[in-house]
Structure formats: C-alpha cells, structure tokens
C-alpha cells in the first residue's frame, strides 16, 4: 500500500479496536496536556503535553499508570517495548482495547513513530539509542502537527521538555525469605524547562494506590 492507504488502515484498525469509528487525536481531551492519574497530579499534571517529548528513565508502575489514564479516553501505541507490563495498565483502570502494541519498529523506527503520531494521544518509545537532533526535528513536528505527546524512555531525547524518574522506595509485607508483597512506595520526581521540580511519594498496595499527602516542590537553582 502506499503511504495514504498505510495510514488509512492504521486509523481504521484503532477504530476498530476501540468500537469508536469517529475520528483521532483525542479530540474529547484538552488541546495541552494529557490526562495523568489523580494521585500523582501534582508530580505530573501538565508535564505529558501534546506536541512535545517527555523522557521516563524506565518502563514500570508510573509510566503504566500514565498509560492506563490515557487509554481511559484516548489511544496509546506502545513501540519498541514488548516487556511493557501490560497487566499493571489493566490493573490500574487502563482499557487495552484502546493500545496499539508494535514490539519492533523494523529498520526505520522514526517513520514508525511518526506514524503511530497520526492515529493516537500518546506514544510510548524505546530505540536502541536516541536519535541526532536533525533527525529527531522531523518527527517532532508530527506530533506537534496531530496533536500527540511522545514519551521516550530509557535514553534523553534531543528537545525534551521535561524528565521524569522513579524509583523503589520501600516494599510492605516481606519478611526474611517468605511473605507476599502487599505494598510498595515509590518516590517520583519531574523536572522541566517550564515548570518547577516536583517530587512527591506514591504507595501502590492491595486496595490500589494510596496517595501520600507530603508533596515537595523546589525550583531549579
């Protein structure tokens, strides 16, 4: 198929998936920013925003969260991350019917990327490395031109305009050699050209996820 065909079956396919046969680029969502789940708002609120590069230091429960609110509303393509932890999006309220999943993106990921830009809210992305500056201006004026957010993970992106990172805090219900995880803390931070660096603790666990009311902001500097 040609290029017009390709990616009038791509739109068609995520339609179809999703039982919605209306048109794409979120249309119902906010022109700037993406949705975020409600207990890490004030870590991430506005910093997924359409048009732009957002980088995840690695795949796990925060960018599994992030996915799971996107795909409540939108449609989400997964590239190049085939260990994705699919059953933590559906755990956290993410509907799958709504995510694209391309394990390989083949020899030319960029064209792949700037691809799944046209038929969805977010792509998330991960490349054995990161592209040069001249080739990454093209692919990011397609997600300025549909409206998309792209999160790269992994590596820096040329012209990211905000970093997100996370890491294990503290694990409930483990004993030495025996026990059932039955909570786990994380510490979440973003940080921005735009905004302030935000940080704050956030408790997944067995009723779901249990927001820590403490939040610490403090400017660069």
Do not use: N
Request: include cysteine.
């Amino acid at each position: 198929m040609g290029r017009a065909e390709t990616i009038a079956a791509l739109r068609s396919g995520i339609a179809a998936l999703s039982g919605e046969p209306q048109g794409f680029g979120g249309a119902d969502f906010d022109a700037g920013a993406l949705p975020v789940p409600g207990a890490l708002e004030a870590v991430l609120g506005g910093v997924v925003r359409r048009g732009f590069v957002i980088v995840f230091d690695h795949l796990g429960a925060v960018l599994a969260a992030l996915v799971a609110e996107v795909s409540k509303e939108g449609r989400v393509a997964l590239v190049g991350v085939p260990e994705m932890g699919l059953v933590s999006v559906v755990e956290q309220g993410g509907d799958l019917s709504r995510v694209l999943c391309v394990p390989d993106p083949g020899a030319q990921p960029l064209e792949v990327l700037g691809l799944m830009a046209e038929g969805v809210d977010l792509v998330v992305a991960a490349l054995p490395a990161p592209p040069s500056p001249s080739l990454a201006r093209p692919l990011q004026a397609r997600l300025r031109k549909f409206d998309a957010a792209l999160v790269f993970v992994g590596q820096d992106w040329p012209g990211a305009v905000a970093r997100v990172a996370s890491r294990v805090e503290g694990v409930e219900g483990l004993g030495a050699g025996f026990g059932r995880i039955s909570a786990v803390t994380y510490s979440v931070e973003a940080s921005g050209t735009r905004f302030p660096r935000r940080s704050c603790r956030w408790r997944v666990g067995e009723a779901g996820v249990v927001d820590f009311p403490a939040i610490s902001l403090a400017r660069h500097g």
